[in-house]
């Protein structure tokens, strides 16, 4: 940097008069919105993300879906299909849980302190960083969905704003558990061990990868424990009851002691769930 | 130095006010009851080593920290009642870079204006102007990420001053840059005062650019150690350093201690000691000191030698014996 870098003669300003008002609702929802779009404009600047956080359920869907098919082969229909809600569901978990993670990079970098000094309140950028990274998720997902017709299923307009519905509650739910547990930790790399840690479990038991009926007791009671799993039933209802043919049957939902979970009880617990992590993400982020 | 603890008289309210401000951290009294009054206008400087209690006090005053005791009022406002009304009329600058380097220049200060809620017909021209005065106007479309450790100081001098603030914190502006970067960000404060009505409060470790600022408040193990003027604490000290190369540098030092009761110790390679009125001292000195002498300085006392004066030791030993003491210390304070 050289000393010419600088104008010799500072320019006269024409004076800007700005005052910040006092605290409002409406202040903290135009918090909420500068937050969520910084988030957008970062995740769809960072491409090479976008790519990442498909590989894995693509991978999953072709691959996977592809070779298991001669085994499970013999009248249950196409095993891409079955995988299909999981995939979308396995896209919306990376893609949130790592936009939950910009949480704990904020504060590693120091952006948080230009958040936090701010007269707003905190949950407002809480919730601007969820509805950011469900906005990503949902991206996610739709872009899965983009890939449908490759497996055979067919757009209709019902099916196709039903499952974006689910995706934005299921997306909501999931960066909100991101958040929860990225509110108090301080290196992007425990983060990230610990996202490690429990995403396969999360979904593995959500009966992505195959039925939650007729299970072994334990791993019956561990999926109804998963709270993913009342992501993935409903968007597998809505896929397997569009797909029609033989592969409907096997959509029987999740049950409760034999009863079937309807699918906006489904999506209740999962959006209750959202609201209890946030609530935890908000009362601990305060705490510094 | 009693009326230099009380801010200039403008009648009006004074933009900070601390008393008996105090921060304890477990066992670790990180401020041990400050008070001061810095006056609307004013350009107020903190000045001491790393770990002295600066940045804890400047947090405490931003609202970032909750004093555990005393009180302070920042812009009219007490910081823990008041404390989104102390946030609406303060600017910071924080010694670590708060920028998104994934955003450009302009981006950035576009968030720092929504989140601050500034009506949006002026958001435009505002950012125009402050990016314009720091000299970034140029670059507005530049991801921060590119910018170097000097336009990025420059860019957070332009996002503090955004919103208007009447009181601007900068803690350690110039920490980590090169020496001319730091004279264009004095520079750019500098035009800064004349230009906005704005009180400036910062900290520094570098004696230099203490300078710089109307008053100072030498700060050490969480106590203000000396405040006022620059000049008027430089006077206090009183006594002149003289330094001089000898022959024989233990002999020289032996005989000061002898014939003219001096301390003195070999600082940057020469024999240093102070003495009032050190120009009349050096005839003495070549006439009964029995030590050839190759060469003699004599300085006025600078803020290093107000800050030895007060607390026995300079910032630099103060920092290195504190880096010693507190090993883990570096990573725990200033995130």
Redesign the interface.
Known sequence: MSVTDFPVELPVPVPVPVQVPERSVRNDLRAVKIVWQRELIRFFRDKPRIVTALLQPMLYLFVFGTGMSSMVAGGRGDLKVFLFPGVMTMAVLFTSFFSAGSLVWDREFGFMREMLVAPVRRSAILVGKCAGGATAGTFQGVVVLAVAGLVGIRYTPSFVATVIGELVVVSFAITALGLALAVRIRAIQSFMALVQMLLMPLFFLSGALFPVAGLPGWLAVLTRLDPLTYAVDPLRRAVLAHAGGPLAATAQGVTWFGWTVPVPLELAVVALSAVAALAIAVTQFGKD | MSEALVAPSTGRAPAVAARALAKRYGAVEAVRGIDLEVAPGETFGFLGPNGAGKSTTINIL???TAPSGGAARVAGFDVVSER??V????G?V?Q????????SAE?NL???A??????RA?TG??IQ?VM??V?LWDRRASLVGTF?G??KRRLEIA?GL???PRVLFLDEPTVGL?P??RS?IW??VD?LKR?EEITIFMTTHYMEEAEYCDRIAIMDAGRIVALGTPEALKAEVGRDRVQIRTADDAAAIAALRSRFGLDAAVRDGAVTFSVAEGERFVPRLFAELGVPIRSVSVARPTLDDVFMAHTGTTIRDAEASRAERTRVGPFARG?
């Open positions: 931003c609202t970032l989104d009304d946030r609406r009329h303060i910071l924080f670590d870079t708060t920028l998104d380097n994934y955003l981006q576009r968030f720092h929504e989140l601050y809620g500034i009506p002026v021209p505002r102007q314009e005065m000299g170097s000097g336009m996002r955004l919103h208007s090169d001319q970067t264009s520079a750019y035009a230009r995130r």
